[in-house]
């Protein structure tokens, strides 16, 4: 284990999962408490199209994953007044987005193996670019929510209360949808677009049931965040299993455990 350990790739995806587990848990206490799921999947089919324009025009993928979902998520705000004004663009645009993302890939002739690694992700082959990446957001994630916290539990609470009370709602939905789209982007490196659930949401679900504030879901979520991912990954290697899967599996089977004993207590 110790030999594993050692190895760069090895040590990339530990600094990226612990980095990770810091920014992205918060992020997904955010999309509960706005309750926009479908935004977060539409982000995923918007990043897919973001690395195939990469590809297609040679710039890093990433980079442009990052960019094309700030735009995205930007442009959402207006609908973001009412959960039916999301919910009723939501299918348009994850539509559009995955079918524009397959003809990019056919067009730029990625192989079958590297579009199955666009979908699942792997951790192994972070490089210290996606670490930073993830850095930022590690920072930044939790600066915007010490900055803005009264304002946040007002419009994660009630989005007419915190507009009737003097927050900037249009202002600050703004900010979270932009930051929710680049979190998506920056962790499809680590668990792919199908899995990105398992840094962002498994965390923030656990978090809601055992926190009984917005300040105690936040802690929460990150103690969660680096248990089940940094947890997964160490099984994933000592079993030798893939660990895109394997964080989900354990994230999963960990909340699933949680709601549970609340359920019975």
């Known amino acids: 284990m110790s030999q594993i350990l050692a190895l760069p790739s090895v040590q990339l995806a530990f600094a990226a999962l612990l980095l990770g587990s810091i920014g992205l848990p918060i992020v997904g206490v955010f999309i509960v408490g706005l309750d926009i799921m479908l935004v977060r999947f539409a982000m995923m089919h918007v990043a897919l199209l973001g690395i195939a324009i990469g590809l297609l025009v040679g710039l ?26 999301l919910s009723g663009a939501m299918g348009l645009l994850m539509t559009l987005a995955i079918a524009a993302a397959l003809l990019v890939l056919s067009i730029s002739g990625v192989n079958a193996n ?8 792997s951790i192994l082959a972070t490089r210290p670019w996606d670490v930073a990446a993830l850095g930022v957001l590690a920072v930044l994630v939790p600066l915007l929510y010490l900055w803005r916290r009264r304002d946040l ?13 003097g927050v900037a709602v249009e202002r600050l939905t703004l900010v979270l949808l932009v930051v929710i789209a680049l979190a998506i982007a ?6 792919g677009a199908l899995l990105v659930d398992a840094l962002t949401l498994l965390p923030a679900l656990a978090a809601r049931r055992i926190g009984r504030s917005l300040p105690s879901m936040i802690g929460w979520s990150v103690v969660f965040g680096l248990l089940f991912n940094l947890g997964g990954f160490v099984l994933a290697l000592l079993l030798d299993f893939p660990p895109g899967p394997t964080l989900v ?13 609340g359920v019975k207590r």
């Open 60 to 85: 890093d993928p990433l980079l442009c994953a990052l960019l094309l979902c700030a735009l995205t998520g930007g442009a959402l705000t207006p609908l973001a007044r009412s959960s039916t004004g």
């Open 114 to 121: 590297g579009a199955f690694e666009l979908l699942w992700g």
């Open 153 to 165: 539990a007002l419009l994660l609470h009630d989005r007419e209360l915190a507009q009737c009370s």
């Open 186 to 191: 920056s962790a499809i490196r680590l668990t």
């Open 249 to 261: 599996l354990v994230g999963g089977l960990c909340t699933l455990l949680i709601h549970l004993k």
